[in-house]
């Protein structure tokens, strides 16, 4: 366990950094294993600001650290996280603000102008990231009321994912019933076998009794 230490490092620091790409969040576990406390300290800090869509501590982990991550080869890998991060800082405003402008929206996500701060969130709602609507004309996006989740498509997704756990359950079950044609009673004594085999019995019993009587 305590053989390849630098290699185990690497490995685990590339991992989390595809993972997030990825749009999953490690276990909090894998930066607490004792071989892994310091060395994934940066990428803890990352992943927390990733969580949370925090691009002011994104940018802070991505200058504090920017040495370390070119060191590990991960610093192109970490430099395409910013969509992520934005991507879930639109999902944090869009919860919190039932409507709010371009212009507040670019201040938020420290984009350049409402313009670009329009196209990531219609790109967001295209994605399916945000339910929202876009106002062009007043400049602002409106949330949508999303407190009812059965007037949402989250009931026919998580549906839909049953039915094909239990069809595959269903295949999977059938290919494993499959057997080769009349093998499952080659071993079953046929009826006329039986018959023959009680006969023999009877047979040998009857010789059996009469030796004992020849005896006495």
């Known amino acids: 366990q305590s053989t390849a ?3 185990k490092q690497h490995v685990a620091k590339m991992t989390v ?3 997030l790409l ?3 969040i490690p276990a909090r576990s894998t930066f607490l294993a004792p071989q892994m406390r310091h060395a994934l300290a940066p990428y803890l800090q990352l992943t927390q600001s990733v969580k949370s869509g925090d691009l002011v501590k994104f940018d802070q982990t991505l200058q504090a650290f920017a040495k370390q991550f070119q060191d590990d080869h991960t610093y192109t890998l970490i430099m395409r996280l910013h969509h992520n991060v934005v991507k879930t800082a639109v999902r944090t405003i869009s919860l919190a603000y039932s409507r709010i402008t ?3 929206i670019a201040k938020k996500l420290m984009l350049d102008s409402p313009e670009d701060a329009e196209f990531i969130v219609a790109k967001a709602i295209r ?8 106002d062009h004309e007043n400049g602002w996006m409106k949330s949508k009321d ?8 989250e009931p026919q997704i998580a549906f839909n994912q049953r039915i094909e756990f239990c069809l595959d359950l269903h295949n999977h079950s059938v290919k ?5 044609p009349k093998s499952y009673n080659k071993d079953l004594e046929s009826a006329e076998d ?6 023999q019995d009877l047979e040998l019993a009857k010789e059996m009794a009469e030796e004992e009587d020849d005896g006495y």
């Not at 999303?146 to 498509?153: E, G, K, L, M, N």
């Open 176 to 180: 494993a019933m499959r057997f080769p």
């Open 127 to 134: 994605d399916g990231v945000i339910e929202a609507v876009l």
């Open 102 to 104: 371009f212009a507040d």
């Open 17 to 19: 950094t595809v993972d």
């Open 5 to 7: 230490t630098g290699f």
């Open 194 to 199: 039986r018959r023959e085999r009680e006969a």
């Open 22 to 24: 990825l749009g999953n």
């Open 146 to 153: 999303t407190s009812d989740v059965y007037a949402t498509r």
